[in-house]
């Protein structure tokens, strides 16, 4: 699987972003996917996953103010930010994998592809 993550850039602080995310190529099915941020010198943290059936999680930093959601059927998923602060700068990756009881399990990681940056100003 194939995994374009796009849509980053330079924002100020209070502005709002809209990443993409496609995966492409493996086996042709809806598949459970998410995105995970890391910043410079931290540890790649959950930012929000989506189920093949629509349920959805968010990592606690971003809860009220990110919304993840898919296209259709399609494995394209978007990640809608609002309100961003500096703490919000990191790259962006999507990842796809199994969604089982509130929990997201991300696939290999050979597979999340460059990631798109994000960088909030003060």
């Known amino acids: 699987v194939q995994l374009q993550a796009s849509g980053g850039g330079l924002v100020q602080a209070g502005g709002s972003l809209r990443l993409s995310c496609v995966a492409s190529?493996?086996?042709?099915?809806?598949?459970?996917m998410a995105w995970y941020r890391q910043a410079p010198g931290k540890e790649r943290e959950l930012v929000a996953a989506?189920?093949?059936?629509?349920?959805?999680i968010y990592g606690e930093s971003v809860k009220g103010r990110f919304t993840v959601s898919r296209e259709g059927e399609k494995n394209t998923i978007y990640l809608q930010m609002i309100s961003l602060n500096p703490e919000d700068t990191a790259t962006y990756y999507c990842?796809?994998?199994?969604?089982?009881?509130?929990?997201?399990?991300?696939?290999?990681?050979?597979?999340w592809g460059k990631g798109t940056q994000v960088t909030v100003s003060s």
């Open positions: 990842a796809t994998g199994t969604y089982d009881s509130g929990h997201f399990y991300p696939d290999g990681m050979a597979s």
């Open positions: 190529g493996g086996r042709s099915r809806k598949r459970s």
């Open positions: 989506i189920g093949r059936g629509g349920p959805t």
